[in-house]
């Protein structure tokens, strides 16, 4: 599926409909969990050769529709697909792009700085249920984007 995605990223035929129609595949198909819709689409959509801060404004309606998709949970796994974006998957070729990207997030308000904060400062609590949840890995996103954090305090 993730191949799929991205070579139609390749082609820049990546159309949204067509992405999240091939994810909502996917999880019937392979009956991969709603929340796992937002790595899929981050991984086939943004692997290092197509840069996610370029190319987020073309895609970036896929993951709202799954945000909204999920209710009150979809903001939690958005962001904990992000973590395993940055750090498990493309952490030596992306990571340099993580807090770049979560300023594009906030400022098109994709996220609330009030919600990254609260995470940040673990005022509240990612999906802890969600297969996306790693707290090794959450502490190791903080860390990358804490001067980030700073500047949005």
Request: glycine share 4%; hydrophobic share 40%; aromatic share 14%.
């Amino acid at each position: 599926m993730v191949s799929r995605i991205q070579a139609l990223s390749k082609e820049e035929q990546a159309d949204n409909d067509n992405v999240y129609d091939m994810i909502e595949e996917a999880q019937d198909k392979y009956k991969i969990p709603l929340e796992f819709g937002h790595f899929i689409g981050l991984v086939g959509l943004f692997p290092p050769s197509r840069n996610i801060i370029k190319n987020w404004d073309t895609n970036e309606d896929v993951f709202i529709r799954l945000v909204k998709e999920q209710g009150k949970d979809g903001k939690d796994h958005f962001l904990q697909a992000l973590v395993l974006y940055f750090i498990r998957k493309y952490n030596d070729q992306c990571s340099k792009f993580a807090p770049t990207f979560m300023k594009k997030l906030v400022d098109e308000n994709i996220l609330k700085e009030k919600f990254l904060i609260d995470w940040f400062d673990k005022n509240i609590r990612l999906d802890k249920d969600s297969g996306l949840y790693d707290k090794k890995a959450e502490k190791k996103f903080r860390d990358l984007v804490e001067k980030f954090i700073d500047w949005l305090r």
